[in-house]
């Protein structure tokens, strides 16, 4: 069954650095692009990152440009978003989903193109 964790979230002052976790298990990501999703309250979902299945490739919301960065570690079944100068309105919870992407594609950062799994999330807060 494949299944995704989400961790590392948490409170952070404006300005701060956070970075999450996305753990697979179930699947191998080598044939999977995983994305990052957040959804603030009474907003809709939005994309944030994604990488591709191997990890050589990435597209960011232009909100996140310069200060969130993904990573993925198909030998360890985790994939990262290192997320820097925080700010309030990145408060959300943040959810990983992956897409059968097994040529290596990169998915646009809609939803519509993660439909193999979707984690739990993690609350990020950022305030002062």
């Known amino acids: 069954q494949l299944q995704l964790v989400e961790s590392g979230g948490g409170l952070v002052q404006p300005g701060g650095s956070l970075r999450l976790s996305c753990a697979a298990s179930?699947?191998?990501?080598?044939?999977?692009?995983i994305g990052w999703f957040r959804q603030a309250p009474g907003k809709e979902r939005e994309g944030v990152a994604c990488?591709?299945?191997?990890?050589?490739?990435?597209n960011y919301a232009d909100s996140v440009k310069g200060r969130f960065t993904i990573s993925k570690d198909n030998a360890n079944h985790t994939v990262y978003l290192q997320m820097n100068s925080l700010k309030p309105e990145d408060t959300a919870v943040y959810y990983c989903?992956?897409?059968?992407?097994?040529?290596?594609?990169?998915?646009?950062?809609?939803?519509?193109?993660?439909?193999?799994?979707w984690g739990q999330g993690t609350q990020v807060t950022v305030s002062s």
């Open positions: 989903a992956a897409g059968y992407r097994p040529w290596g594609s990169l998915p646009g950062l809609e939803a519509r193109y993660f439909s193999g799994s």
């Open positions: 179930g699947f191998t990501l080598d044939y999977y692009a």
């Open positions: 990488i591709n299945s191997r990890g050589g490739w990435t």
